[in-house]
């Protein structure tokens, strides 16, 4: 008789950053989480910069600097 007893280990989330994404449309910069929860917006022209995804938020910008 055998068991198979396959202990998933899930790793927790991994280490969310801050990234200075800079706007597409006006080019203004701006720091966002990179596990945002909710949309972000530019500051400046409203344009959509990043969109929640359940795990690390989608980045519609062009990343500059990534702060760890
Ligand atoms: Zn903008």
Redo the contacts with the bound molecule.
Sequence with gaps: MTRDNKIKKYLPQAKSVFYLVQ??????RQVIFSHATIEVR??????L?AKPTGGKAKIYGQIIEVYK
Excluded: F
């Design positions: 706007c597409p449309k006006c080019g203004s530019c500051l400046s022209c409203n344009e910069l």
